[in-house]
């Protein structure tokens, strides 16, 4: 009973602060409360055995709506479970809920999802950013301990900081893809959630690996992430691309950062400077790519096979144009004509031929730098929560929330953002720690050590009973 009690007291919260939040799309309470009583019975033990978690609407789970935040896919229920869902099931995890987002992944505020945005629980007046937002919200807000999203220039590490918990992206095919709605396949990665780095480490360790069904995963082993934390961190070395730290860096965001820096170097570990040179170009690269693939990848929302299909439009290609002009919203429409347009006959080459040979020039500089250290440390953000609807009018302000995430999915590499700052209006901020290839240890390790060391306050009255 003590399971079912759990998630009882876990679906009245969620129930309780969604009307404020908006942080669920749909709260499955029938489907958790059986779930829970099954797992009850089991003989079986383990962290996450009865372990409540939320899931962004952009991941298949079988049988529950998975409306990516659009109202293309406002009708559609999954039928099945991606292979990130199987194995939570498998461990004995309990789906609560499907979290708001950024519609298809595309937006840093979640101010573009279809049925409203999340808000963020220090602030409901300020964003939780995106676009995996209502998960961050979801942890946030105490409702749940973890929940995945999905990363496909930062919107895990992001949203993170903005809400003062930690957000992973593992490296590109630690964790099967199988089941995650498509944005931008060469980028697109499931995340993780935690309010504590042990949380994360549970979760990661129980979905990563190898899967037969998503041929972009990789056949690495996984190590048991949460056993090894608490490892020393004396000796390791930090790089600090101290050029990034430029103009557009939100002076209390630069101040807490650097005084991560000290911070880190008190408990042991080595500082020093490194390089990245092309990842000023991030950005800019990322929203050619980025767009191009999401043109190819929503042009199967046509409203023939599932999903949304427009009244009144009795011929073909009429159909295609008035589903999509309905069913899409504008940010989604507004990349949709960027991929076309950098694919299109004539500017293949200027852009996204180009892009694709400054990608591979920005992991490049990574590789390099691992040479020099063992992690990268940023800030996450360079900027705290803010208003709804400050940026809503100015796309490049929106795009360059992303400016220190970007680089990371563009590189494959894994990185993580862990709260290291309150700002002067009460506001998280976080710093990220980027790594090798593989080396999701390395940086849970970090990030638990200066969490544990350097813990934040947090604001109990905004958090579930």
Known sequence: MEIRTNIEQTLDNAERLNPELNSFLSIQREHALQRADAVGRLDSTGPLKGFPIAIKD??????????????????????????????????????IGKTNMDEFAMGSSNENSAFGP?????????????????????????VVRAALGSETGGSVRQ???????????????????????????????????????????HVLGTIAGRDPRDSTSADVAVPDYAASLGADIAGKTIGVPRSLFAEGLNEEVRASVEASIDNFRNLGATIVDVEVPHAKYGIAV?????????????????????GFRAEDAPELRQMYSKTREEGFGEEVKRRIMLG???LSSGYYDAYYSKAQKVRAMVKRDYINAFTKC???????????????????????????????????NLAG?????????????????????????WQEQLLLNLAHTYQSTHPLPTKPELHAE
């Open 340 to 342: 076309t347009y950098v």
């Open 159 to 201: 949203p993170a900081s903005l809400c003062g918990i930690v957000g992973l992206k593992p490296t590109y095919g630690r964790i099967s893809r199988y089941g995650l709605v498509a944005f931008a396949s060469s980028l697109d990665s499931i995340g993780i959630f935690g309010q504590t780095t042990e949380d994360v480490a």
């Open 286 to 306: 990322y929203y050619i790519i980025a767009t191009a693939e999401a043109s190819s990848n929503l042009a199967r929302y046509d409203g023939v096979r599932y």
């Open 413 to 437: 590499i894994p990185a993580i953002s862990v709260p290291c700052g309150i700002s002067t209006e009460g506001l998280p901020i976080g710093l990220q720690l980027m790594g090798n290839f």
């Open 58 to 95: 952009n991941i298949c789970t079988k049988g529950m709506p998975t409306t990516c935040g659009s109202r293309i896919l406002g009708n559609y229920r999954a039928q099945y479970d991606a292979t990130a869902i199987e194995r939570l099931n498998e461990a004995g995890a309990i789906v």
């Open 374 to 408: 063992d992690t990268i440390l940023t800030p996450t953000s360079p900027d705290i929560a803010f208003k709804l609807g400050e940026r809503s009018d100015d796309p490049l302000a929106m795009y360059l929330s992303d400016i220190y995430t970007v680089s990371a």
């Open 118 to 142: 999340a808000k963020n629980p220090w602030d409901t007046s300020r964003v939780p950013g995106g676009s995996s937002g209502g998960s961050a919200v979801a942890v946030a807000s105490g």
